[in-house]
């Protein structure tokens, strides 16, 4: 049987480029079974496209085959890379970031240089600025059909791939202080990097109130009371909840409403959330 293949990128369904994308895969072996992650990561947000990976990853089986690109740098010396989860998943992606939190909450068993010598679509040498297409579809797919073994795509890596900076979390006497890691796109909903069971240890119980206060660098932008739930409906339409996410971290969310567009919230470095006790 063959491994799945799933694809990400940000190229958007605008024009062929995805397309063209799964026609390589295809044309290796068309038996393959192919799906997607998203094409709607923000051009050029190589965190995005990490996150989305972690967010992803752990709920497909061994052997899973993942092609995720956003590739700012294509075209240049940075390295082509197929990494080897603990959990057996492989994933093909430029190596820029886009593996760090794969790296951080994952696991890489091994990481190998893709040799492009072989694992290239045949009469694209000369082509520089889609290698989504011509090396990373082309070698997923190769590997996902068992044309290539793992061992075949390339020489090993010592070093570990390269990380992007995790915000993490932090303890501060009854709060917990952590950034705004991402959306959840749809909804609006906030998403953090403050673990559940770090939140848990300030002996916040569902139905009490936490004070939210998020920043945008150093000024104060939004201060809240805010109920603390098990899901969105333990708050009245149109309020504001607390709760813990489907990745085990905490989050904000209006009842069938936008957090980040009612408040104009963004994401990434310079937003940071602290969630204390009262």
Same mark, same amino acid.
């Given at each position: ?48 496209? $990490? ?118 979390? $932090? ?86 409403? $936008? ?16 969630? $204390?006790?009262?």
């Amino acid at each position: 049987m063959h491994a799945f293949l799933v694809f990400q990128s940000d190229f958007g369904l605008c024009d062929g480029a995805v397309s063209a994308m799964k026609g390589v895969a295809y044309s290796v072996d068309p038996d393959l079974v192919i799906s997607d992650i998203t094409h709607e990561i923000t051009p050029y947000n190589i965190f995005e496209a $990490s996150y989305r990976l972690f967010q992803t990853i752990p709920y497909w089986p061994s052997n899973t085959v993942f092609v995720s690109v956003v590739d700012p740098g294509v075209g240049t010396s940075r390295e082509s890379v197929v990494a080897r989860t603990s959990g057996g998943q492989y994933i093909v992606t430029p190596n820029n970031g886009t593996l760090t939190h794969a790296a951080a909450f994952v696991g890489i068993d091994q990481l190998r240089l893709i040799e492009e010598r072989t694992n290239r679509l045949k009469n694209s040498e000369t082509s520089y600025t889609f290698y989504g297409r011509d090396v990373y579809a082309y070698t997923g797919a190769r590997l996902a059909s068992g044309i290539i073994s793992f061992e075949e795509v390339g020489p090993l890596l010592q070093e570990p791939p390269l990380s992007l900076e995790l915000f993490g979390a $932090s303890r501060e006497g009854d709060s917990v202080r952590g950034q705004i890691d991402i959306l959840d796109v749809r909804f609006g909903s906030l998403w953090t990097s403050i673990p559940f069971d770090m939140f848990q240890d300030l002996g916040i119980s569902f139905g009490d109130y936490a004070e939210v206060r998020i920043y945008r660098g150093p000024s104060l932008v939004y201060i809240n009371r805010i109920t603390y739930g098990r899901s969105f409906a333990d708050v009245m339409v149109g309020m504001p909840v607390l709760y813990m996410n489907s990745v085990g971290h905490m989050a904000l969310a209006i009842n069938q409403g $936008s957090f980040a567009r009612a408040y104009n919230i963004g994401t990434g470095a310079p937003w940071t959330i602290t969630l $204390s006790r009262i």
